[in-house]
Structure formats: structure tokens, C-alpha cells
């Protein structure tokens, strides 16, 4: 019987004895171990395995690629004959290509297996919690699960990389209720290497509680003004994801992005400093390698408000011919700043904390608009009322430059770490 690592190198092998000039395989195994909560209880317990291998073949710059989830050799055989003839049937490309080869290294990080007792203990003390500390909140779902991730990518340059990850998961989807009026749906969660406090105290997890029930009663915010909003780390993952969106692959590629021309330049205010760090020791749901074949490296995307790198792959890269990344993005860590919470909000006459923001992706040019969701009212230096139907807009090119201020607090999700982030001149406006 086949290893894993000899089944990979199978692949490579039979790609290239069919006609591939260059050829890459990555294979992945997870096992998942989960936990289900609906509506408050217990009522799932599930071992999921997911198995996926992914070819990559290249014949005279053409390029062909193929996923499967079956490691039987009779269906190996019938992919490779796929992908050769998608690599055949394509339009040449200069920038297909795989990874040079690199020294072989093998990754672990995290436990090999998971405390089910433990798993379960905590997720029942969580429930015990919620229905005994915010007895009008319901958690619609939530899910506490383990899952362990080996992957092995390897190409036809040499390049060989194996890494293996243990990490705990939750999530969790909640409203609040009292009588006819109910709060609007939120949710959390985090990840861990280990499970060695209460799930309440994990991320934002008890302050989105609390919040949640004290937003059954809300108002609109009064009247239209160009103001301060304070982001949360929770929704601070959006407008980081929307700024990594304009430095990745598609929008440099077509030349969309509003930084495409703008490597170490300034584009945010100087107290702004943006990483991505998956091999951080502080990382929990982190990774090793890229999926084109490079040892992930950390990296400073944003160095006091200078762009220093964009997201591009091999392929962005080669296409752009602007420099690759160190890695695929994600794991973003956001440099604390000198300010704490409560002075940040005590400096605030008139505003908003923005909690959560429903709206779609900005425009190519930075545009953005859409509702404040479980957000509050700032006024005269306090939090105050929660809020509703509150719509929000602005330019996300001119939200990074007009940052008063970065929290000395920062919560670590386990797959990033944000502050709270103090803007000003964001257009709010009431029903």
C-alpha cells in the first residue's frame, strides 16, 4: 500500500511519463471531530475525513489543472489523462509555471488529537453559561470541532513540503429576544491550540453576548453627519479583507487596484501597520506553504502606512511582473497602537462603534456603503444607545489615511489579531 508521499510522487511521475513539461500535486487529508449546538442544545456529535488532491500540469506554457477526492490509482490514472488533455486544450500563458525547488522540510504545529471529554465539557459549561447569564439570548448554532490537516505538496523541480496541523474550532450564531422584539442575528468564534479557559472568555465572545442583549431596543442614529466610527477587531476583519482584495491576483492583474502603482509609497495613516504572519507562534490556525509551492514566510504588508508588499502569487507575479509574496495572505496581525479603548471612545462627541457591517465589496476606486449591524451610538465621550437601520459610506482609499487612532488592546482570533481602529470623516446617516 501506498504512503501518502509516494502516491504524490506517483502523480508527478505519471504526469510527466504522459507528456507534462512540469507538473505539481498537492494533497490534502483532514479529520474533523465536531460538536453541534441548535437552539441552545446539544445534538450532534460527527467524525468527518475529506480527502482532495489537486494536479497541475504545464506543456509548452499551457496549463491544466484538476481536483479530485479519490486516491485509488485507477482514478489517479484517469486524472492525470484529464489534466494533460485541459494543459493541451488551453491558450498558452509565459506566466504558467511551478515552484524552483526549494530544501524538502516537514511542518507540525498544534495537538496530533483532540480532548473530546474536554471538548464536550467545555462546550456544555459555554451552554450552562449563556442560558444562565443572558437568559433572552438564543444560540441558534454553534459548532466546537477539531480538525487535524495533513498536507504534502511536492513538484516536478523538486520542490517537497509536508506539514501536519492540529487545531480546536468555534463558532457560534446567536440573537437575542424579549416578547415580539428581537435583536439582529450575530456570531463569533476563534481557534486554539488548546482549550484552557472557559469558550466565553475566548476573542470577543462574551462581549458580543452582552452586547446582543442589550440590543433588543434600539434606535436609529439621529439625523447625518460626517464622523467618527471606532471598528471593532470583529468587523475590522472585513475592511482588512476588502484591502486585501486590492493587492491580490485579480484586481492587479487587470489592473483594477488602486495600489497597483503604489509599492513603498505611502496609502495609510503612519500609525498603521499591517502583517501577514502564518508561521507566527501566535497563530493558531496557521499554514506553511503556499498552494503554487513557496515555504510561506512572514511578511509586513503595511509598515507605518507605507505599502511594502502586494498579495500576488507565482502567477500574479509573473503576470504583473511585480514581486511575489512571501505568502498567500490571511493570518493578519495588526500592530497595536498607543491609545486604549477608553480613551478613544471618551474622545468621541458624536459616532458610531461599528460591530459588524453588512454591505457589498467596495468599488474599484474605494467607494463603500451599507448598514451598521449591532453597532452603537457614541455620544459625549460614552457607548450608548444600540442601533439600527444606521447606513455608513466612504471611500476605503481615504479610511486608511484618515485613522485618528489604534487600540493598545488587540483580541487574537487564532487566525488573526486586530485592535480597534478609530477613524474619522465616515458619512453616517439615521433612517
Not at 23 to 41: D, M, P
Not at 336 to 356: F, N
Amino acid at each position: 500500500m501506498q504512503t501518502d508521499r509516494e502516491l504524490v510522487a506517483y502523480c508527478i511521475d505519471k504526469m510527466k511519463r504522459v507528456g507534462a513539461e512540469k507538473a505539481q500535486c498537492y494533497l490534502k487529508h483532514s479529520k474533523k471531530h465536531e460538536l453541534n449546538v441548535e437552539a441552545g442544545e446539544m445534538t450532534l456529535l460527527r467524525t468527518n475525513f475529506d480527502t482532495s488532491i489537486i494536479l497541475k500540469a504545464i506543456i509548452e506554457d499551457k496549463r491544466g489543472d484538476i481536483k479530485i477526492n479519490k486516491k485509488d490509482t485507477p482514478s489517479i490514472d484517469a486524472a492525470v489523462e484529464q489534466v494533460i488533455e485541459f494543459a493541451q486544450s488551453s491558450y498558452p500563458d509565459k506566466a504558467n509555471d511551478i515552484a524552483e525547488k526549494q530544501s524538502p522540510k516537514e511542518f507540525t504545529a498544534g495537538p496530533e488529537s483532540p480532548d473530546m471529554d474536554l471538548m464536550y465539557d467545555k462546550l456544555a459549561e459555554f451552554i450552562d453559561y449563556v442560558h444562565k447569564t443572558y437568559p433572552k439570548t438564543m444560540l441558534e448554532q454553534a459548532i466546537m470541532d477539531f480538525t487535524q490537516t495533513n498536507i504534502i505538496i511536492q513538484n516536478s523541480n523538486g520542490v517537497d513540503f509536508a506539514g501536519n496541523r492540529g487545531v480546536y474550532s468555534f463558532g457560534m450564531m446567536f440573537t437575542s429576544k424579549e416578547g415580539e422584539k428581537a435583536s439582529s442575528f450575530n456570531h463569533s468564534g476563534f481557534d486554539a491550540k488548546s482549550l484552557d479557559k472557559p469558550l466565553k472568555d475566548y476573542s470577543t465572545i462574551d462581549m458580543l453576548l452582552k452586547q446582543s442583549s442589550e440590543s433588543i431596543h434600539t434606535r436609529s442614529f439621529p439625523g447625518k453627519i460626517e464622523g467618527d466610527v471606532v471598528i471593532t477587531p470583529d468587523c475590522l476583519s472585513s475592511f482588512v479583507y476588502y484591502i486585501s482584495n486590492m493587492l491580490s491576483d485579480y484586481m492587479m492583474i487587470s489592473g483594477s487596484s488602486p495600489y497597483k502603482d503604489k509599492l513603498n509609497e505611502k496609502i495609510a495613516s503612519e500609525i498603521l501597520t499591517l502583517h501577514a504572519n502564518p508561521r507566527s507562534p501566535e497563530i493558531a490556525k496557521n499554514y506553511f506553504f503556499t498552494l503554487d509551492g513557496y515555504e510561506a514566510q512572514n511578511m509586513t504588508i503595511i509598515d507605518k502606512g507605507v505599502l511594502k508588499s502586494f498579495l500576488l502569487s507565482q502567477n500574479g507575479a509573473n503576470k504583473t511582473g511585480k514581486p511575489r509574496a512571501l505568502n498567500s495572505g490571511g493570518c493578519y496581525v495588526m500592530e497595536p497602537g498607543k491609545t486604549s479603548y477608553e480613551d478613544m471612545i471618551s474622545s468621541i462627541d458624536k459616532g458610531i462603534l461599528l460591530c459588524r457591517f453588512s454591505g457589498g465589496n467596495p468599488s474599484d476606486n474605494g467607494d463603500f456603503s451599507g448598514v451598521a449591524k449591532n453597532s452603537f451610538l457614541i455620544e459625549n465621550g460614552r457607548v450608548s444607545t444600540p442601533l439600527n437601520e444606521t447606513m455608513i459610506a466612504g471611500n476605503l482609499i481615504e479610511l486608511l489615511k484618515n485613522i485618528k487612532g489604534i487600540s493598545q488592546e488587540r483580541i487574537n482570533y487564532g487566525s488573526a489579531i486586530y485592535p480597534w481602529l478609530h477613524v474619522k470623516d465616515v458619512t453616517i446617516s439615521g433612517k
